[in-house]
Nanobody, 115 residues
Framework: VQLQASGGGLVQAGGSLRLSCAVS????????MAWYRQAPGKQRELVATIAVGGRTNYATSVKGRFTISRDNVKNTVHLQMNSLKPEDTAVYYC??????????WGQGTQVTVSS
């Protein structure tokens, strides 16, 4: 199973980015898909999750600005990030859970928001 994240980059505060993560390999179905982020000197934190049925959850810091979505046919997950702030600067990781406790991670994509 491999996760390939893309879409990161440098953007000014107030701008937008869309992250994508493509999952490949032999997977029957993906339960939870999620995005995490890790800023320099900080612990990795959960940004957003989406269940197979579409139910979503967001960190308080991104609620109303970020939108997570998934395509269950293409096995992809996206994170639309609007109204970006400098504090959103981090490496963003996609994550999936297959069954109970089987977690897979992508390689991370850098998001840098300039003030």
């Amino acid at each position: 199973v491999q996760l390939q994240a893309s879409g990161g980059g440098l953007v000014q505060a107030g701008g937008s980015l869309r992250l994508s993560c493509a999952v490949s390999g032999r997977i029957f179905s993906i339960d939870r898909m999620a995005w995490y982020r890790q800023a320099p000197g900080k612990q990795r934190e959960l940004v957003a999750t989406i269940a197979v049925g579409g139910r979503t959850n967001y960190a308080t810091s991104v609620k109303g600005r970020f939108t997570i979505s998934r395509d269950n046919v293409k096995n992809t997950v996206h994170l639309q990030m609007n109204s970006l702030k400098p504090e959103d600067t981090a490496v963003y990781y996609c994550n999936i859970e297959v069954g109970i406790g089987n977690l897979y991670w992508g390689q991370g994509t850098q998001v840098t928001v300039s003030s």
